[in-house]
């Protein structure tokens, strides 16, 4: 058995039951934190590695994906799930070749959304985004890894919060193969209480962005699993900024008190 192997059985033995946070780090000290506070899971985030190569959300191209995720995936012994974006491609066929590539990282999961860029027809038309499901599905079981598929819908993301569309296309990515369903950006209890009762038996990943519920509240709701995506990567950047402005704007250090003492969390 190898690890990644192992870590597979673990990831899908936590969606069998109960819920579990599954924080996303950016970058391999961020993960190897994570995993020292207990977090039976990690999951990377596209916005979060993009910002530590200057650039915003979706312009990390397969390569440098490919690459973080080898690096996260290596860093730490809990299973790892990919934001692996769109794939990286449209074409179903595309979509499925960058999956196999995936899988040789090291990943326990991976997700895969159906948002286009278009700010016109901000989501990809129904019929191929389940098409690019069911390549993600076959390239997973012809890898033989059981990595663990996630199918995304961002109509909440990217300007289309319609549930009922949202509700159809999680239940046709379930259909196409999808291991977990995730709709971001959910707003209210009644709207992740609509989505877990659509799809059920099927596991619900939550994201967690904003203090709108608890971890105690999702679970009573029936999800099964809580990322965060780029929002503690944000939230870094957030003391990084209001300290950095502080210096600049006043010429003072106040931010530098009671800091962390990282070397203490990393070091063995």
Not at 112 to 122: A, K
Request: proline share 5%.
């Amino acid at each position: 058995m190898t690890e990644q192997h192992d870590r597979v059985l673990a990831f899908h033995a936590l969606h069998a039951s109960g819920c579990f946070v599954m924080p996303n780090p950016w970058d391999v000290g961020s993960a190897r934190a994570l995993e020292r506070l207990g977090f039976p899971a990690l999951a990377t985030t596209s916005a979060g590695m993009a910002w530590t190569l200057g650039r915003p959300d979706t312009e990390a191209t397969l390569e440098e994906a490919l690459a973080h995720l080898r690096a996260v995936s290596g860093a730490v012994r809990v299973p790892v799930n990919a934001d692996f974006e769109d794939g990286y491609a449209v074409d179903p066929e595309l979509v499925g070749t960058n999956v196999r590539l995936a899988t040789r990282t090291g990943i326990a999961g991976l997700s895969i959304e159906d948002s286009s860029g278009d700010p016109t027809e901000p989501l990809l038309d129904l019929d191929l985004s389940v098409a690019r499901i069911r390549a993600a599905r076959q390239a997973i079981d012809d890898s033989g890894t059981g990595v663990l598929l996630t199918g995304r819908s961002e109509g909440f993301v990217v300007g289309r919060p319609d549930l009922e569309e949202t509700v159809r296309r999680l239940q046709a990515y379930a259909e196409a193969g999808a291991d977990c369903l995730y709709a971001p950006r959910l707003g209210t209890a009644a709207q992740v209480e609509t989505i877990v009762s659509a799809v059920s038996p099927q596991p619900v990943n939550l994201l967690a962005n904003a203090p709108f519920i608890t971890v105690a509240e999702a679970a009573d709701l029936g999800v099964r699993r809580i990322s965060v995506g780029g929002t503690l990567a944000r939230t870094a950047w957030g003391g990084f900024l209001a300290a950095a402005h502080e210096i600049a704007d006043a010429g003072t250090f106040g931010a530098f008190r009671d800091l962390p003492d990282v070397d203490g969390l990393l070091g063995h």
